[in-house]
């Protein structure tokens, strides 16, 4: 079995800045890609950033310049350091990663989400 573990949502105010962490166990032999989702109320989950297991990152243009993902293969975990906040960044976050397990298949595992609020 595998666990994705996300911390570090909460409230914070506009133009604030957020670090949120998402730590992979269990039964891993390796860890492909690794991103952040995101879904608002009322709207669907969309893909804020992801990093492959080389550093290659993408980011969705509404977060280019303000968010940063990155990850620590040693600690099977990935990070979204979040910089000027804005309201519409108001969403619960979910981290996503792509793993190999001992028997070699492969498959999609989500963390349970993390509230991030930001306050204008």
């Known amino acids: 079995q595998v666990q994705l573990v996300e911390s570090g949502g909460g409230l914070v105010q506009a133009g604030g800045s957020r670090r949120l962490s998402c730590a992979a166990s269990?039964?891993?032999?390796?860890?492909?890609?690794m991103g952040w989702y995101r879904q608002a109320p009322g709207k669907q989950r969309e893909l804020v950033a992801v990093?492959?297991?080389?550093?290659?990152?993408n980011y969705a243009d509404s977060v280019q310049g303000r968010f940063t993902i990155s990850r620590d293969n040693a600690k099977n975990t990935v990070y979204l350091q979040m910089n000027s906040l804005k309201p519409e960044d108001t969403a619960v976050y979910y981290c996503?990663?792509?793993?190999?397990?001992?028997?070699?298949?492969?498959?999609?595992?989500w963390g349970q989400g993390t509230q991030v609020v930001v306050s204008s």
């Open positions: 996503n990663a792509d793993i190999t397990s001992p028997s070699y298949l492969s498959r999609a595992y």
């Open positions: 269990g039964s891993i032999f390796s860890i492909n890609a």
């Open positions: 990093i492959t297991s080389g550093g290659i990152t």
